[in-house]
């Protein structure tokens, strides 16, 4: 369960900003494993919506999903509701730490934007991340692939333009993310090995709505980026205050070219991925 954001609200607007980015990457590394694709099981820890599992189901023998919102839930049921009813998908509501399923009875996981809701303690190693990685080791199979799709710290601060409205957020998102070398070694403590990271080049989270500045103004726009429940109220209020100044002044398409000008070295979206020791 996320600690900030209120999916059971915000997932009936989810779907409208956030496309299933870089299934191409996660299909490439899942054809990695000797298993082929179409005899593969796959679990999509942290399903949400189940964007990435609809993208992918006609390619798989199975894919068990967890989450655990209802909301989210729900308007994944509706989603996939023919492939449920044919066994083919398996839809659950569980959490990526205690997933219901035996020992070593997938051949690949996918998590797609889900750690850095983990409430966890980076001073003290990030336990609750660690507890996962073991997780995911538990139900994997000897050399099964782990693919994960997560922000590196540096392509939070520089890779989405609207952030620099929202700076106490950003610093509080940061906290919350384990960055790409410390997923690694957590990686290699629960037993993966041949860990890669790749910047998915030009992919964008939210799409073409990402560029559409005036929706700052919209909630339903900010319930596709969680970073926004992470602003206080007055925070929030700050940032519309200046988003319709910025409007009003002509200027806002302006700002939002020049704060996202670094996006293009730095992408938005990292994806690791590794192998369970066999
Ligand atoms: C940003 S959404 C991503 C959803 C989906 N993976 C996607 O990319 O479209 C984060 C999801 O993680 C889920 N989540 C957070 N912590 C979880 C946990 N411990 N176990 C299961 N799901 C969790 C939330 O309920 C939410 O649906």
């Known amino acids: 369960m996320s600690s900030y954001e209120d999916y059971s609200r915000s997932s009936a607007a989810y779907d409208h900003t956030r496309p299933a980015q870089g299934v191409e990457i996660i299909r490439r590394v899942l054809s990695q494993n000797p298993v082929p694709l179409e005899a593969q099981?796959?679990?999509?820890?942290?399903?949400?919506?189940?964007q990435y599992t609809a993208a992918l189901s006609n390619e798989l023998y199975r894919i068990r999903a967890f989450d655990l919102n209802e909301g989210m839930l729900?308007?994944?049921?509706?989603?996939?509701?023919?492939e449920i009813a044919a066994g083919h998908i398996d839809l659950r509501q569980a959490s990526i730490d205690e997933l219901p399923i035996s020992d070593e009875s997938a051949d690949a996981?996918?998590?797609?934007?889900?750690?850095?809701?983990?409430?966890?303690?980076?001073?003290q190693g990030w336990p609750a991340h660690q507890k996962v990685f073991s997780e995911f080791a538990r139900v994997l199979k000897p050399g099964g692939r782990i693919v994960i799709n997560s922000c590196s710290h540096r392509q939070l601060g520089e890779g989405f333009w609207y952030y620099c409205l929202i700076p106490n957020a950003l610093d509080r998102v940061r906290k919350k993310t384990l960055d790409l070398d410390p997923l690694a070694h957590l990686l290699r403590r629960s037993g993966f090995i041949e860990i890669r990271h790749e910047a998915a080049e030009?992919?964008?989270?939210?799409?073409?709505?990402?560029?559409?500045?005036?929706?700052?103004?919209?909630?339903?726009?900010?319930?596709?980026?969680?970073?926004?429940?992470?602003?206080?109220?007055?925070?929030?209020?700050?940032?519309?205050?200046?988003?319709r100044t910025l409007l009003e002044a002509g200027k806002l398409e302006k700002f939002m070219r020049h704060h996202d000008k670094r996006r293009a070295q730095v992408n938005q979206l990292s994806f690791t991925w590794a192998q369970k020791n066999s």
Request: net charge negative.
């Open 109 to 123: 996981i996918m998590v797609n934007q889900v750690l850095h809701h983990l409430v966890d303690d980076p001073a």
């Open 41 to 50: 099981v796959l679990v999509d820890a942290g399903c949400g919506t189940g």
């Open 74 to 82: 729900s308007t994944a049921r509706g989603k996939l509701e023919p």
């Open 202 to 243: 030009k992919l964008i989270m939210q799409g073409d709505a990402y560029f559409d500045a005036k929706r700052v103004l919209d909630p339903r726009w900010r319930d596709g980026d969680s970073i926004w429940a992470l602003a206080t109220e007055a925070e929030l209020q700050d940032a519309l205050e200046k988003t």
